[in-house]
């Protein structure tokens, strides 16, 4: 499989509707994509200020068709703390909307498409890239650290087809961006639907607004993604107000759902004949690990389930040695060839290899149950002891969740020591 390199077979089908509603058909795409890439040197270093919109989408085609290294970086992102990215890794180009109106003075407008302008260096930056590099995408939203996932082609192809794969997805679907494409589980409903031919209706609205679920039902989507706090919006919406003809399924990955949003997500799925599937996976993995299928979380709703086609997974102990008993916590460790390089914080290290050599220390704890099914119970540094007792800082929030309290435990010192509804601090 290559990437994108299909569109022709499938140019009379619909692939983009913009949030104007505007139909854009793989024909057109394929258009707009041949008139960008021509202002681009291959084998650039550039950098998408993103945004779910048609400009977005182009530019990122666009750099990917050019054999670019492509930085995604979230459009929330400060302009000064965008400025300070810039100028650790200088990139050759940048594509950016007029509305964040940032003035360089090192590069000019080479080409404007609608509402975003590539600005190219004026004096071009020798960048050495790793023959293999493909993609810089952030682990931390709009923070603008600037510190960067080196993911490869086989990352991205290799993700690309074990999502499609396990999730069936095809030219009939039709996914609604509900997510940052600069964010590697939007990113990925983007490339599994357009590389099997399926349409992205691009939106910006929120699930709690009307809008959202008015664009659902108008452009007959089939399926999208969510993070906890969107079903946890869902969990309190009257489901059966809104018109789901449409609708087939919806995801979850970005964070561990509770139980309890997970059971009342099931009630309403089920009167509405609609499927949750659950996944887990980082930036590190590209994206997706494990996947849950619908008649699984109805069985097993607390588990992330096991791992993606072509992926191994596995629990170690503190040691490194591999835990083989079921419900057991160990460090969750995964194998695959959609593993990263390993990162980048400053222009040098474009050009490293592969550190991690397909595996992925997650510094998540989990077990696997006789079914060999996984689950997450926290991470590596939320553990403290006291007096001598291990104890995980997510299972003490979970147990107080049950109670109707929200909290976050912390680890302190004796002297920020304090206690309240909200808030709980273990020293």
């Given at each position: 499989m290559t990437l994108f390199n299909n569109f022709s077979k499938n140019k009379n089908k619909v692939a983009i509707i913009t949030e104007n509603n505007e139909v854009i058909k793989y024909n057109k795409l394929i258009s707009f994509?041949?008139?960008?890439?021509?202002?681009?040197?291959?084998?650039?270093?550039?950098?998408?200020?993103?945004?779910?919109?048609?400009?977005?989408?182009?530019?990122?085609?666009?750099?990917?068709?050019?054999?670019?290294v492509t930085t995604l970086i979230d459009e929330k992102t400060d302009v000064g703390l965008l400025l300070n990215i810039i100028s650790k890794y200088k990139p050759n180009y940048i594509f950016i909307s007029d509305s964040k109106?940032?003035?360089?003075?090192?590069?000019?407008?080479?080409?404007?498409?609608?509402?975003?302008?590539?600005?190219?260096?004026?004096?071009?930056?020798?960048?050495?890239?790793?023959?293999?590099?493909?993609m810089l995408i952030s682990t931390?939203?709009?923070?603008?650290?600037?510190?960067?996932?080196?993911?490869?082609?086989?990352?991205?192809?290799?993700?690309?087809?074990?999502?499609?794969?396990?999730?069936?997805?095809?030219?009939?679907?039709?996914?609604?961006?509900?997510?940052?494409?600069?964010?590697?589980?939007?990113?990925?409903?983007?490339?599994?639907h357009l590389q099997n031919g399926a349409i992205i209706t691009l939106n910006n609205s929120s699930v709690i607004q009307k809008k959202f679920w008015k664009n659902l039902y108008e452009n007959k989507v089939t399926n999208f993604a969510g993070v906890p706090y969107t079903?946890?919006?869902?969990?309190?919406?009257?489901?059966?107000?809104?018109?789901?003809?449409?609708?087939k399924y919806t995801t979850q990955a970005g964070g561990?759902?509770?139980?309890?949003?997970?059971?009342?997500?099931?009630?309403?799925?089920?009167?509405?004949?609609?499927?949750?599937?659950?996944?887990?996976?980082?930036?590190?993995?590209?994206?997706?690990?494990?996947?849950?299928?619908?008649?699984?979380?109805?069985?097993?709703?607390?588990?992330?389930?096991?791992?993606?086609?072509?992926?191994?997974?596995?629990?170690?102990?503190?040691?490194?040695k591999k835990i083989n008993t079921y419900n057991q916590n160990g460090e969750i460790i995964y194998?695959?060839?959609?593993?990263?390089?390993?990162?980048?914080?400053?222009?040098?290290?474009?050009?490293?290899?592969?550190?991690?050599?397909?595996?992925?220390?997650?510094?998540?704890?989990?077990?696997?149950?006789?079914?060999?099914?996984?689950?997450?119970?926290g991470r590596k540094d939320r553990v403290i002891k006291v007096h001598g007792l291990r104890v995980n800082l997510s299972e003490v929030e979970e147990i107080i969740l049950n109670f109707g309290i929200r909290s976050m435990c912390l680890k302190g010192d004796r002297k920020s020591t304090r206690l309240n509804s909200s808030h709980v601090r273990i020293s």
């Open positions: 994509i041949e008139n960008f890439i021509v202002n681009i040197k291959k084998r650039s270093l550039v950098f998408l200020i993103c945004s779910n919109n048609l400009e977005t989408m182009v530019g990122y085609l666009g750099f990917i068709k050019s054999n670019c109106k940032l003035t360089l003075n090192g590069y000019s407008t080479e080409y404007s498409f609608f509402n975003y302008n590539l600005l190219k260096r004026k004096k071009e930056k020798i960048i050495k890239l790793h023959d293999d590099l493909m931390s939203g709009s923070t603008g650290s600037t510190k960067f996932v080196r993911q490869s082609y086989l990352n991205l192809k290799s993700n690309t087809e074990a999502i499609a794969k396990y999730l069936k997805v095809s030219c009939n679907d039709n996914a609604i961006t509900t997510l940052p494409i600069s964010y590697v589980y939007g990113l990925s409903v983007i490339n599994t079903y946890e919006i869902i969990e309190k919406l009257d489901l059966e107000k809104f018109n789901l003809k449409y609708l561990k759902l509770q139980i309890k949003t997970v059971k009342n997500i099931i009630s309403k799925y089920e009167q509405l004949n609609l499927k949750l599937l659950i996944m887990y996976g980082a930036a590190e993995a590209t994206a997706r690990m494990t996947y849950l299928s619908w008649n699984d979380v109805k069985k097993k709703p607390e588990s992330i389930g096991k791992a993606i086609p072509g992926g191994l997974i596995w629990i170690e102990d503190e040691k490194g194998k695959g060839s959609n593993v990263s390089y390993g990162y980048a914080k400053n222009i040098s290290d474009l050009s490293k290899g592969n550190d991690n050599n397909s595996i992925l220390r997650t510094g998540d704890l989990g077990y696997k149950d006789k079914d060999k099914f996984y689950y997450l119970v």
